[in-house]
């Protein structure tokens, strides 16, 4: 029997870390608009808005704003919310599963983000999948490695501030 599992290694890109902190508070710098805009884009870019409705279906939406001050705004659905767990989300669909618009431009992806209690913290695995080889390679040279990377230092220091 042929096997028609397609070959997806030249269509992810795979960001892990063991991070400081318990999933509860990873998940709620994910989940919260109003700490995903002191975070989620790596500085000097600044995310200056962000609505989430947590559900699958759900809109994830954010805007981003360049350092020259350009705005990019980016909307997606939530594929899958499993409280401190996993989370993910498309730009392919839009709110309630409605297809997107993506002729603005930017990789189409699907991101996972997973959190596995770990004896000194949380293992954290975010994975971007990708619809074609030139947008897995184009989100690669965009930096995605070092700019989620950035984020997360981001997002725990912000949480450890919180946490007091």
């Given amino acids: 029997m042929p096997n028609n599992t397609p070959d997806t290694r030249n269509l992810d890109l795979v960001f892990e870390r063991i ?20 975070w989620f884009t790596p500085a000097p870019w600044e995310t200056i ?12 939406y954010t805007v981003m704003r360049s350092p ?6 980016h909307e997606g659905c939530y594929l899958a919310v499993e409280p401190c767990r996993r989370l993910v989300w498309t730009n392919a669909l839009g709110p309630d ?10 990789p189409i992806i699907t991101a996972e983000i997973t959190l596995t209690p770990e004896a000194n913290g949380t293992r954290y695995h975010a994975l971007a999948r990708h619809a074609t080889e030139a947008d897995c390679q184009a989100h ?25």
């Fill in 49 to 60: 808005a962000s609505e989430i409705d947590l559900r699958p279906g759900g809109r994830f």
């Fill in 140 to 164: 690669a040279a965009m930096g995605f490695e070092e700019g989620w990377g950035k984020a997360l230092d981001q997002l725990v220091a912000l949480m450890k501030r919180q946490q007091g």
């Fill in 68 to 73: 020259e001050g350009q705005s990019f705004p």
């Fill in 97 to 106: 599963f409605r297809p997107a618009n993506t002729s603005a431009g930017g």
């Fill in 19 to 38: 991070v400081d902190l318990p999933a509860e508070a990873i998940w709620q710098a994910w989940t919260t608009p109003a700490l995903i805009t002191q």
